[in-house]
């Protein structure tokens, strides 16, 4: 089971407007107060919508309605609701698979590397809540091949965390028993992020990811002496 194939059931804080408005990381359009240019405020209300209502509940019009803009005028610049969902997706899963080539490809030992990773997946989550939201809800709703798309892009953002932990597993840095499963803990932690995440609160992003990057390597083990003497499992 992969990120893209679990359910996110039991989440049930969706970012509200206002604070998307507070949140100085929101991308341009009409929820940030920032210039932009008609495709990406329609983009921005269909995100907003998405989140807040979901994608099967909201209309074209609605989205028009967000931006002022009726009838066939909305055509001119998107051609379906579907379109824009797949945007958004594939947007975000291309910029959580730039982000964590760059932190891999910043070296250093795989204790370092794992840290880094967590890092940027918990701050993209802090920062971007309603990409996030949407993109680990609406999986279903993505019709193919973009689904299957999208499913091997998160494969492969999955598959460089179960690596790491193999790697550590294999020089006796972690004593995680499953790289897996462990792969998946470190993962829920970030995406959970998005569901709770305050950015008019006292901690900022960059904070809160070297944190919980530290919660990860000590839940792996990472320093325990006895590591080298627990079973391991495939």
């Known amino acids: 089971m992969t990120l893209g194939e679990r359910s996110t059931g039991g989440r049930t804080h969706v970012p509200s ?66 379109e824009m969902l797949v945007e958004i997706m594939a947007g975000m899963m291309e910029e959580l698979l730039r982000r964590q080539r760059a932190a891999l490809d910043a070296g250093g030992d795989v204790r370092e590397r794992l840290e880094r990773i967590t890092a940027v997946h918990v701050q993209y989550h802090a920062e971007h809540r309603y990409e996030a939201f949407v993109g680990h809800r609406e999986i279903d709703s993505l019709e193919e091949p973009e689904r299957s798309r999208i499913l091997d892009l998160r494969r492969e953002y999955e598959s460089r965390f179960r690596e790491l932990v193999q790697e550590g597993r294999e020089h006796d840095v972690f004593g995680a028993s499953s790289d897996r499963w462990a792969s998946y803990a470190i993962l829920d932690m970030g995406i959970g992020v998005s569901a709770w995440y305050n950015p008019s609160g006292s901690v900022g992003p960059d904070e809160l990811a070297a944190t919980y990057a530290e919660f990860a390597v000590r839940m792996l083990g990472a320093g325990d002496p006895t590591i080298s003497a627990r079973p391991r499992e495939a």
């Open 17 to 82: 407007a206002a604070e998307r408005q507070a949140d100085p990381a929101a991308p341009p359009g009409r929820s940030s107060g920032r210039p932009s240019d008609r495709h990406g405020e329609i983009l921005d209300a269909a995100l907003e919508l998405f989140a807040t209502i979901g994608y099967r509940a909201t209309t074209m019009s609605q989205i028009g309605d967000r931006i002022g803009i009726r009838g066939p005028s909305l055509y001119k610049h998107v051609h379906s609701k579907q």
